[in-house]
């Protein structure tokens, strides 16, 4: 047999190896991003103007610390 036709074990081995640690991986980098999209929108809705009090800062004094 040539070099050329022998099947490569060695090789198919790494691969078949390596395939599930990189799909898992990506599953996680998934999630993890998931998650963090999340998070944002969370912290998007805490800080809506409906949800935040109204401040009445009395306009006298302030007025009269200016002049």
């Given amino acids: ?3 050329v036709n022998q099947p ?3 090789a198919i081995i790494c691969l078949s190896l390596l395939t599930v640690p990189l799909l898992g991986s990506l599953l996680v980098i998934h999630q ?3 998650r963090l999209e ?3 929108e969370v912290g998007k809705e805490v800080f809506r103007s ?3 009090p ?3 800062f ?3 004094s302030l007025a009269n610390r200016l002049s």
Wanted: proline letters at 10%; aromatic letters at 10%; hydrophobic letters at 45%.
């Fill in 1 to 3: 047999m040539s070099k």
């Fill in 8 to 10: 490569l074990y060695p």
């Fill in 32 to 34: 993890v991003v998931k």
């Fill in 38 to 40: 999340d998070l944002g």
């Fill in 50 to 52: 409906v949800y935040l």
């Fill in 54 to 56: 109204i401040l009445n």
């Fill in 58 to 60: 009395p306009e006298k």
